[in-house]
């Protein structure tokens, strides 16, 4: 009987009046509480010093070694019978050697990638001249970097009475290579 006299109730309202009910209902249930309203960045910063320093610094410098003022060009060299365009460098001191052998212990774990790319710039080998005095006697060891993938990559190396002690830290920096093989072709 209860069900009956709401849908009588009902029938009597007409349309529009349900459609207001609603309208009421859903205007009371609408006025919560907002959230307030999100901070916002200034459109520009004006007479900041600061533009680009991050706020995570420190202390300790970290850099990629380079070699100011090493000498290098193209030379053409025979090894192994065959003749190469390589490229001559020439350390003129330790400091400059000790450069160079930071680059290489650097760069060494990336060899198998850098020297198929090396080669594909048309690079085919390397002169290591250590000479001081040209016209001083000189000797030569000729290596070459065997690598899968790879045409062999001679490397040349030059030296004199002068700079013997510094070619031998050379081929022993080349011999200790985990990562490539080196051969020695002579002495």
Known sequence: MVKNKKMIIMNRLGFPSRLLLIGIGTWICSCQQQEPARKKMPETITGSSDWGKSDFSTSKQYSV?????LYYGNIDIISGGE???CIRINPIDMEQDSSLFSLVDTYSVLA???LPQWQQQGNKGLLIDLRTNVSLEGKR???YVQQKE???????MMWDINS???AQNYIHKMQSFKNINVVKINN
């Not at 070694?65 to 003022?69: F, G, K, R, S, V």
């Not at 790879?150 to 040349?156: E, H, Q, S």
């Open 83 to 85: 003749s190469y365009q």
């Open 112 to 114: 198998n990638l850098l």
């Open 65 to 69: 070694p380079t070699i100011a003022d």
């Open 150 to 156: 790879l045409r062999p990559i001679p490397i040349v």
């Open 141 to 143: 060891s000729d290596f």
């Open 164 to 166: 013997e002690g510094r």
